[in-house]
């Protein structure tokens, strides 16, 4: 809510010990995260080498130039002992959320993180209709951006 339309789009995950040539066309499939307003890196917090796999993924989106914004989602907390949580590197701003896809447990954390992030990446402005733009007006209010109105 107050975001607007979320377009997701999920990419490969990671493999370590690839081929050339593999390496490079996961690079290919990656490269719609340069147009991205905000990366979730999902990451198994129950496995052993966690640590490795997340430096495996930052390292490949840095060398093809990803800046957006990074949120971790660690999921399987049902399964690494973890709590349901979302972790700030500063007020309002989230750094990671605890979360089991499986289970479900802390997906609304991982909503609101996502739209902490997304908020803070929003303008706020006045906009001015003709009322032959109440069609514009009712798609506004759909996505539920309008915060107040007066005519």
Known sequence: DGIGTVVLADTVGFVRNLQHDLVESFKATLEETLEATLLLHVIDSSSHDMLDQIEAVEG?????????????????????????????????????VYVSAHSGLGLDLLRQAV?????????????????????????????????????
């Open 60 to 96: 490949v989106l840095k060398e093809i130039g990803a800046d957006a914004p990074v949120l971790r989602v660690y999921n399987k907390i049902d399964l690494s002992g973890e709590e349901a949580k979302i972790i700030y590197s500063e007020p309002h701003v989230p750094d990671r």
């Open 115 to 151: 739209q902490e992030c997304l908020m803070g990446q929003l303008q706020h402005f006045s906009l001015v209709l003709k009322p032959a733009y109440g069609k514009l007006r009712t798609q506004l209010y759909a996505l539920n951006v309008i915060q107040s109105e007066h005519y």
